[in-house]
T-cell receptor
Framework: ETGVTQTPRHLVMGMTNKKSLKCEQH?????MYWYKQSAKKPLELMFV???????ENNSVPSRFSPECPNSSHLFLHLHTLQPEDSALYLC?????????????FGPGTRLTVL | AQSVTQLGSHVSVSEGALVLLRCNYS??????LFWYVQYPNQGLQLLLK??????LVKGINGFEAEFKKSETSFHLTKPSAHMSDAAEYFC?????????FGKGTRLHILP
């Protein structure tokens, strides 16, 4: 595998379910990101991890819980979601967290909350 | 805080015609500027970026963009559109230690 991979690609869940999204990067990067992409809205930065420490949490509801066990893996744990949480969730990574570094994106997980 | 405005959520051009996607930004400091492209069912991919130096930046797939400080613009162009250019394009600006994305412009190529 190369680049940034995300699993699953599609997920349908009820509001009472618990699920996790997985992201893996094979680029040797040390910063990883979760974004939410909704129709007709800009990409929303959710979380940033740098050197496996969470360095940014953009007022994301607690029903979203990130985890970064090592520099190559990033998880987003989901529980008691709402229908408005349905969106494409994108993972990205970069070499260092500086704002001039290119971010490499995974293909996303399309989440539908019923 | 920095912000990005992309004029036109949808743009249609004929195959072979000039592509022009507009991006204006607000920034209190010299910005870093980016264009990303998203093809269907894929993540975003960097087309080009401006950090310092030459204001005309060339990217992949024949795209280029020009940083115009006086107009706070970073418009994306391609001389001749190809069917494979149909995608969504995102302009982005640096904001301290993160990047702020615009809402995107979907480019349609007419045969």
């Amino acid at each position: 595998e190369t680049g940034v991979t995300q699993t699953p690609r599609h997920l349908v869940m009820g509001m009472t379910n618990k699920k996790s999204l997985k992201c893996e990067q094979h680029l040797g990067h040390n910063a990883m990101y979760w974004y939410k992409q909704s129709a007709k809205k800009p990409l929303e930065l959710m979380f940033v991890y740098s050197l496996e420490e969470r360095v940014e949490n953009n007022s994301v509801p607690s029903r979203f819980s990130p985890e970064c066990p090592n520099s190559s893996h990033l998880f987003l744990h989901l529980h008691t979601l709402q229908p408005e949480d349905s969106a494409l969730y994108l993972c990205a990574s970069s070499h260092g967290r500086a704002n001039y570094n290119e971010q490499f994106f995974g293909p996303g997980t399309r989440l539908t909350v019923l | 805080a920095q912000s990005v405005t992309q004029l036109g959520s949808h743009v249609s051009v004929s195959e072979g015609a000039l592509v022009l996607l507009r991006c204006n930004y607000s920034s209190s400091v010299p910005p870093y500027l980016f264009w990303y492209v998203q093809y269907p069912n894929q993540g975003l991919q960097l087309l080009l970026k401006y950090t310092t130096g030459a204001t005309l930046v060339k990217g992949i797939n024949g795209f280029e963009a020009e940083f115009k400080k006086s107009e706070t613009s970073f418009h994306l162009t391609k001389p001749s559109a190809h069917m494979s250019d149909a995608a969504e394009y995102f302009c982005a600006v640096s904001d301290r230690d993160k990047i702020i994305f615009g809402k995107g412009t979907r480019l349609h190529i007419l045969p």
